[in-house]
């Protein structure tokens, strides 16, 4: 996960030094294995103004272990010693807000299930209390999938936070 995460890190580095880049409007995004690296790449690096994940096992290790499939994940999701510390995702979200965050779940995801994604979006509500629409969730039924659905929505969420660069 550490070498996923400093590769997103090297993005923003690059990015950041491209004239035609606003680095004030650099984002992350991924689905399942990139999903999960695009949220712990949010909370190690400040210069990242938003991230959308899309069932990237965002929600509660704790959850996973005790109610999910565990074994959907090898060790690369599972940061040791982060649960041993009495850390989980949901005790990271204040390193997060108020950067735009969109997790974008579904009901049936062996990757995590439903009660962790629930117990996440309590603490992201929590840390975004008067953000608007900074922190969102979208839900839907089905398994483990990157949806038209999630990532229009994704879409419409990051022309809200950002508007249309083409505009400024």
């Not at 070498?3 to 035609?20: M, T, W």
């Not at 695009?38 to 096992?57: K, S």
């Not at 204040?94 to 309590?122: I, K």
């Not at 969730?137 to 660069?165: D, I, K, R, Y």
């Amino acid at each position: 996960m550490g070498l996923l995460v400093a590769d997103a890190v090297c993005c923003v580095d690059y990015l950041s030094g491209r004239p035609e880049i606003d680095p004030e409007r650099i984002g992350v995004a991924g689905f399942s294995l990139g999903g999960i690296a695009a949220f712990y790449a949010q909370v190690v690096d400040p210069r990242l103004a938003g991230a959308a994940i899309f069932c990237g096992g965002v929600g509660s290790l704790a959850h996973l272990v005790r109610a999910g499939q565990d074994q959907f994940h090898s060790v690369y999701f599972y940061p040791p010693g982060l649960l041993a510390a009495g850390l989980d995702h949901p005790s990271l979200v204040p390193a997060l807000a108020p950067r735009p965050l969109l997790v974008a779940a579904a009901c049936q995801d062996e990757g995590m299930p439903l009660s962790g994604v629930e117990a996440f979006a309590v603490a992201a509500r929590a840390a975004y209390p008067e953000q608007g629409e900074r922190f969102r969730l979208l839900v839907e039924p089905g398994p483990h999938a990157m949806t038209l659905t999630a990532f229009e929505g994704a879409a419409g969420w990051m022309q809200a936070q950002w508007g249309n660069a083409a505009q400024g």
